[in-house]
């Protein structure tokens, strides 16, 4: 079975620092990987979205940049954080056949910046 | 443009009561739909999804939903609420004859509270 996991679950950063989050995917290959932001515990934002490893299209222009080194892995970076990226950062895969396109669900990365 | 609407901010279910929660689209081609569940401080997790056939959908927890075309609706529903089933819950929708990259449309989420 396919499992997602996400890094580090929680985040406490200061504002001009440096972000790295990292996701990964077991269990299928050639995964469609998505990187969220959720604000307020509601609405869903599309960032970054994947079709292939080093193939990045941005949703949303900003201080956040995202990478794909493998097939299976995705990773959200900053340079230099602001107060406005605080928020709960979701990343998702789905079947990248094709085929109906659920999205599957990391649990989460919950970053403050202060 | 495609978008989906989930109209209600928050509803209110006493246990034990039947619920449902609304949501409408609009895409240009037939829809795939989904249903997703949030607990707080989690991802989200996959309830359902309509792509073709029966437009009643069973899924997770004792959840349906009623794909509707003529009212581009997709309400999701459930016979008997449980407290446990207070979340925050979105509805999704993808074109497939859109150039889409795979991306679904999100709703702004609707949050169910159960009351004992």
């Known amino acids: 079975s396919q499992t997602i996991h996400q890094w580090p679950a929680t985040l406490v950063q200061p504002v001009g620092s440096p972000l790295s989050l990292e996701c990964t995917v077991e269990g299928t290959s050639n995964p469609n990987l998505y990187w969220y932001r959720q604000a307020a515990g509601r609405g869903l934002q599309l960032l970054f979205y994947?079709?292939?490893?080093?193939?990045i299209s941005s949703e949303v222009p900003q201080n956040l940049s995202a990478s794909r080194p493998q097939d299976r892995q995705f990773i959200l970076s900053s340079k230099k954080l602001l107060l406005s990226d605080s928020g709960f950062y979701l990343c998702?895969?789905?079947?990248?056949?094709?085929?109906?396109?659920?999205?599957?669900f990391g649990p989460g990365t919950r970053l403050t910046v202060l | 443009a495609q978008s989906v609407a989930q109209p209600e901010d928050q509803v209110n279910v006493a246990e034990g009561n039947p619920l449902t929660v609304k949501c409408t689209y609009s895409?240009?081609?037939?829809?795939?739909l989904f249903w997703y569940v949030q607990y707080p401080n989690r991802g989200l997790q996959f309830l359902l999804k309509y792509i073709t056939g029966d437009n009643l959908v069973k899924g997770s927890y004792g959840f349906e939903a009623e794909f509707n075309k003529s009212q581009t609706s997709f309400h999701l529903k459930k016979p008997s609420a449980l407290v446990s089933d207070s979340a925050l819950y979105f509805c999704a929708v993808r074109d497939p004859n859109g150039d889409s990259n795979y991306q679904l449309i999100w709703g702004a989420g609707t949050k169910l509270i159960i009351k004992p």
């Open positions: 994947s079709v292939g490893i080093g193939q």
């Open positions: 895409v240009s081609g037939n829809p795939y």
């Open positions: 998702a895969w789905g079947r990248g056949d094709g085929s109906y396109n659920e999205q599957f």
